[in-house]
T-cell receptor
Framework: DAKTTQPPSMDCAEGRAANLPCNHS???????VYWYRQIHSQGPQYIIH???NNETNEMASLIITEDRKSSTLILPHATLRDTAVYYC??????????????FGKGTKLTVNP | ETGVTQTPRHLVMGMTNKKSLKCEQH?????MYWYKQSAKKPLELMFV???????ENNSVPSRFSPECPNSSHLFLHLHTLQPEDSALYLC???????????FGAGSRLTVL
């Protein structure tokens, strides 16, 4: 089961910042938070990940609360091409020892002109 | 183009057919994955291969048979599928099993 909770949908105006929240209250100390997105009819695309510090790359910023129970993905200037389903994932480990990325239902972000 | 190529992009097959999905990665990664995405359901991890050895089989029915002949190629052999197996099948790769996944565009399978 997914260990994260996200709103099912959000809207954002083109050019404005999109702030996507995620709750992961049961996260353990060594688990990372990952964000992927899936544009319609394509495979998921990695965006960013973090452990406890805030992170920024060319695509987005990730803000993780001090208690690590929630995080926010920020797209600073949303464009129409950012319309996608955004997945917040807490990385876990399978019994076989391999990483297990468990995808939930994500947030459907619609960027409006 | 992500560096992970899946063929065919679309496949229609009958329940008695045998077909295969192919995945090829050009990223030099050593781990490869099969995921299944059914309509209105989250992505489900099916298989994980690390260094050409299967390290994860997520309770997948035997009518799905993976094959990893080398670190660049991954196949999913399909036989006697059911209509409920219709889905988008996604391949991904990573450098080791602890790192970021790069996904292909998927193979859309329809079972009649």
């Amino acid at each position: 089961d997914a260990k994260t909770t996200q709103p099912p949908s959000m809207d954002c105006a083109e050019g404005r910042a999109a702030n996507l929240p995620c709750n992961h209250s049961t996260i353990s100390g060594n688990e990372y938070v990952y964000w992927y997105r899936q544009i319609h009819s394509q495979g998921p695309q990695y965006i960013i990940h973090g452990l406890k510090n805030n992170e920024t790359n060319e695509m987005a910023s990730l803000i993780i609360t001090e208690d690590r129970k929630s995080s926010t993905l920020i797209l600073p200037h949303a464009t129409l091409r950012d319309t996608a389903v955004y997945y917040c994932i807490v990385r876990g480990w399978s019994q076989g020892g391999s990483e297990k990325l468990v995808f939930g239902k994500g947030t459907k972000l619609t960027v409006n002109p | 183009e992500t560096g992970v190529t899946q063929t065919p992009r679309h496949l229609v097959m009958g329940m008695t057919n045998k077909k295969s999905l192919k995945c090829e990665q050009h990223l030099g990664h050593n781990a490869m994955y099969w995921y299944k995405q059914s309509a209105k359901k989250p992505l489900e991890l099916m298989f994980v291969y690390s260094l050409e050895e299967r390290v994860e089989n997520n309770s997948v029915p035997s009518r799905f048979s993976p094959e990893c002949p080398n670190s660049s190629h991954l196949f999913l052999h399909l036989h006697t599928l059911q209509p409920e197996d219709s889905a988008l099948y996604l391949c991904a790769s990573s450098q080791d099993v602890v790192n970021v996944l790069t996904f292909g565009a998927g193979s859309r399978l329809t079972v009649l």
